[in-house]
């Protein structure tokens, strides 16, 4: 039973909601919202990471902290570029950093962590060749900004997840 209903109450919340939208109760609405709220919860399902151990957990509360910390200054750096913009010229670019991170939990917070930072974004990702493609609002010194990455966050999620 678990195998097909993974997530019952998904399921019929899902098949509820689409019968609610369509305000009707005839049976192709009703087939249709079944059919909704089933593979609904096989795809949650099928999306759910395998579990796995913390294996440094004073190191993940490092890392929050750092982000943390990272987040408050690039904002701040970023609303000073914004706020005055004749100041210096800025180069906005993308930078390509090849990494040494692998598994999948540690890559997503370190997409989590980049989306979140003002002024860099993940921009793509090449698993056949373990590179990451960043843009940056301000790139002064690429290699700077690679060894700066790969030492604050790349080095922690690695102790985190690996």
Same mark, same amino acid.
């Given at each position: 039973?678990?195998?097909?209903?993974?997530?019952?109450?998904?399921?019929?919340?899902?098949?509820?909601?689409?019968?609610?939208?369509?305000?009707?109760?005839?049976?192709?609405?009703?087939?249709?919202?079944?059919?909704?709220?089933? =593979?609904?919860? *096989?795809?949650? +399902?099928?999306? !759910?990471?395998?579990? #796995?151990? %913390?294996?440094? &957990?004073?190191?993940?509360?490092?890392?929050?902290?750092?982000?943390?910390?990272?987040?408050?200054?690039?904002?701040?750096?970023?609303? =000073?570029?914004? *706020?005055?913009? +004749?100041?210096? !010229?800025?180069?906005? #670019?993308? %930078?390509?950093? &090849?990494?040494?991170?692998?598994?999948?939990?540690?890559?997503?917070?370190?997409?989590?962590?980049?989306?979140?930072?003002?002024?860099?974004?993940?921009?793509?990702?090449? +698993?056949?060749?373990?590179?990451?493609?960043?843009?940056?609002?301000?790139?002064?010194?690429?290699?700077?900004?690679?060894?700066?990455?790969?030492?604050?966050?790349?080095?922690?999620?690695?102790?985190?997840?690996?």
């Amino acid at each position: 039973m678990r195998r097909w209903l993974p997530y019952p109450l998904l399921s019929a919340a899902l098949a509820t909601a689409w019968l609610l939208l369509n305000e009707s109760l005839a049976a192709g609405h009703i087939l249709l919202g079944l059919v909704f709220g089933l =593979g609904g919860g *096989l795809l949650l +399902a099928r999306l !759910q990471a395998p579990r #796995g151990r %913390l294996r440094r &957990p004073a190191a993940a509360v490092e890392l929050v902290l750092l982000v943390l910390e990272d987040i408050v200054r690039s904002n701040i750096a970023v609303a =000073g570029i914004v *706020l005055s913009p +004749a100041t210096r !010229q800025r180069v906005a #670019g993308f %930078l390509s950093m &090849p990494l040494e991170l692998r598994h999948p939990g540690g890559l997503a917070v370190l997409a989590c962590i980049i989306t979140a930072t003002p002024g860099t974004s993940w921009a793509r990702y090449d +698993a056949a060749r373990n590179i990451v493609t960043i843009h940056v609002l301000d790139l002064a010194d690429e290699e700077e900004w690679i060894r700066t990455f790969k030492q604050r966050y790349e080095r922690r999620l690695r102790e985190i997840f690996e």
